[in-house]
């Protein structure tokens, strides 16, 4: 239904933009556009509706901060009135809930009276007249759009953080946008409205011949989503829905939805592979949405998105291997949804990110940040973090720096309880404080239990952001992931992507005790004492290294840190428990490791020739049956005595012999190397 054009709809107001006709053409000649910005700011700003500055012939705002910006009569002639400038009107909250219904589809304009309530506040230009629809609504509701199924935009309901541009301003095209009915906004309720709304988007995909979209069936009873399960095709796939229900319901308001979506792909994949029940499904993550506060309307669509998204990439539960340990088929990996591309400008970044994030140790680690604690074992590391930890909870400084306090937590995965319990009472001891302000310390003992990261991660994940101001792992090689290895890249990435994650989700900062590589560390530089592959170098935050000093019993300290000061090094002592610092002695002396070779009174011998290695005992001795990335074959080669260079030659040879074999996980898994030839599941990996 076609609503013939009205380009001369009298004022209700007397402050709206109307426009003549061209006598030569059919298109509204623009008033002055000076004059006129400043006319229709004004006239929003009588009317509830907070009037921005948007560039001339644009509809897009770039003013920094323009969602926050609230303007008085005074403040227009500073942003209207200077150049030719647009006027655009925000809605929502800010605009004590007028909201913006925009008519994006042309058949969705000719029907929307149909459906629509009347209203009498409208706007458009002269070749969609009245296709955006004002109405102030009873109750906050959120911005939202419909869509055909091809992706086209039907109909958007504009409120918080959205805004239109108003009459008074000219389009790209050079169209004037003018007020067609210059009245009240209608009052109605959001259900009302959004009822409406649907009604309309359905009647215009019917309009193209697209088929109605299914309807979700809810399930009323709400669940607790820690300990919920399903009936469904496995264990792992209720596991995975209970998980991703859990974490829905617990997201707060302005990233639900965004939530909701990559929980609907991941369980549509798992749906796709036969894993879960797609309406059961479906039930379980409307229920979460609802606990989350997400209006049924907008859940019902979210899901069912992500759910049609995901099932066109079906998985399956990872395969077990014969050794009983868990591993993945190339095709199985887990796939998340594409991350939203949503940059933002630098001006916006800096006004919005003004301060710095919030310190726990002075010049060391801030909230959301990563520390490595890194030193050779036995030095005292252990006693160095809980001296650390009781710091925190006492607010008590820790090496000569202030600490904030507050909760701390504590897994442990290297010692006993007993041990445990022994050490924090002679560091309270130590420190001068009774073992009650203890009660913001948390301590999980977990050896023996064979924790990754990843279960880590999972059991912190119930836990509500800032509860813990410090959370500390002692010692990361206990958490290593199922198959993972030290020396690989991908291991350590993996880790401190854990790690940063569940730092930003806690809102904690985040103290990973490391053991140094094998070797005197002297000559190192303070990133590269850490064992393992290079990524645990760039990974962290800071890096707080303890080398031996030349005095038997004192360490230097070293501090590489990325949002502080660069930090001088000093030198602590062992008080056997705990550490004082030890200001008589100079950090440069470090231990240096002991020259090889003859003394002046050692008769010199001659070197003995270095051994030939063959292809075969290079397989045998060096590689050997287990499955072995790269770097810790060239490790085993220099611990028997090879260089680099040779070990990587003899590498080689063996493979085109025949003699190894190269297997890997995925196609973005390590290559590993052993003499066992592969199995039906392990196929052979490319060449280097």
């Not at 590391?381 to 904030?404: E, F």
């Not at 004492?529 to 000093?549: E, F, K, M, P």
Request: charged share 25%.
């Amino acid at each position: 239904m076609n609503r013939p054009e009205n380009d001369a709809a009298p004022l209700a107001g007397g402050g709206g933009v109307h426009a003549a006709k061209s006598p030569k053409h059919d298109t509204p000649i623009a008033p002055d556009p000076m004059s006129t910005a400043m006319d229709s700011a004004r006239d929003l700003l009588r009317r509830g509706l907070p009037p921005i500055p948007v560039p001339y012939r644009s509809k897009a705002a770039t003013l920094t901060g323009w969602t926050k910006l609230r303007l008085s009569e005074d403040d227009l002639p500073n942003y209207f009135g200077q150049a030719p400038t647009n006027i655009g009107a925000l809605f929502g909250e800010a605009a004590g809930w007028i909201v913006d219904v925009d008519l994006d589809h042309p058949c969705a304009v000719a029907l929307a009276d149909a459906h629509l309530p009347p209203t009498g506040a409208t706007w458009g230009h002269h070749r969609k007249p009245r296709s955006h629809r004002l109405y102030r609504v009873t109750a906050p509701v959120d911005t939202r759009k419909w869509r055909t199924t091809g992706g086209a935009s039907v109909v958007e309901l504009r409120a918080n953080g959205c805004q239109t541009i108003a009459p008074g301003s000219v389009r790209p095209d050079g169209a004037l946008v003018r007020w067609d009915d210059d009245g009240a906004p209608a009052t109605v309720t959001p259900d009302e409205l959004v009822a409406a709304i649907e009604a309309l988007a359905a009647a215009v995909r019917l309009d193209l011949g697209e088929e109605p979209e299914a309807k979700l069936e809810p399930k009323p009873p709400p669940r607790d989503y820690a300990h919920a399960r399903m009936d469904g095709p496995s264990a792992y796939g209720r596991a995975a829905l209970d998980r991703e229900a859990a974490d829905v319901a617990a997201t707060g308001e302005g990233g639900r939805n965004d939530r909701l979506n990559v929980a609907a792909f991941n369980i549509g994949t798992l749906a796709g592979g036969g894993e879960v029940d797609a309406r059961e499904a479906e039930a379980v993550l409307l229920d979460a949405a609802r606990q989350a506060g997400l209006p049924d309307h907008e859940a019902r669509a979210t899901i069912a998105s992500g759910m049609r998204s995901g099932e066109r990439h079906p998985r399956q539960r990872p395969q077990t291997r014969p050794s009983g340990t868990w591993r993945q088929a190339a095709n199985d990996a887990p796939r998340e949804a594409p991350m939203a591309f949503a940059p933002i400008s630098g001006a916006d970044l800096i006004a919005q990110y003004a301060e710095m994030r919030p310190v726990v140790i002075d010049g060391l680690l801030r909230e959301g940040e990563t520390l490595n604690l890194v030193s050779t074992p036995k030095v005292g590391k252990s006693w160095l973090v809980h001296a650390l930890a009781v710091a925190v909870v006492t607010g008590k400084p820790w090496l000569d720096k202030a600490t904030t306090p507050g909760r701390v937590l504590l897994i442990d995965g290297e010692l006993h309880r007993e041990t445990l319990a022994k050490r924090l009472r002679r560091t309270v001891d130590t420190l001068g404080v009774t073992p009650d302000a203890l009660a913001l310390l948390d301590v999980l003992p977990v050896r023996g239990q064979r924790l990754t990261i990843d279960h880590v991660a999972d059991a912190l994940r119930d836990v509500p952001p800032g509860t813990y101001r410090l959370i500390v792992l002692d010692a990361l090689y206990r958490f290593l992931p199922l198959g993972g290895e030290e020396n690989a890249n991908e291991t350590m990435t993996q880790i401190y992507n854990t790690l940063d994650a569940i730092a930003n989700r806690a809102k904690a900062a985040v103290v990973a005790v490391h053991h140094a590589s094998k070797g005197n560390q002297s000559e190192r530089s303070v990133t590269d004492v850490g064992s393992g592959a290079g990524a645990q170098s760039r990974a962290a935050d800071t890096h707080l290294v303890l080398r031996a000093h030349e005095e038997e019993g004192a360490v230097v300290v070293d501090a590489a840190v990325r949002s502080f000061p660069p930090m001088d090094s000093f030198v602590i002592r062992s008080t056997n428990p705990g550490w004082e610092l030890a200001p008589d002695l100079l950090p440069t002396q470090l231990k240096r490791a002991q020259r090889r070779g003859r003394t002046p009174r050692e008769p010199a011998t001659q070197r003995e020739p270095e051994r030939e290695w063959t292809p075969e005992e290079f397989a045998a001795q060096v590689v050997g049956r287990e499955r072995t990335i790269r770097e810790g074959v060239i490790a085993r080669a220099k611990s028997a005595g090879l260089s680099q260079s040779k070990a990587t030659a003899l590498l080689k040879l063996a493979e085109a012999q025949g003699i190894i074999h190269r297997t890997r996980d995925g196609p973005n898994g390590a290559h590993r190397f052993t003499t066992e030839p592969p199995t039906v599941f392990e196929g052979e990996g490319a060449g280097p």
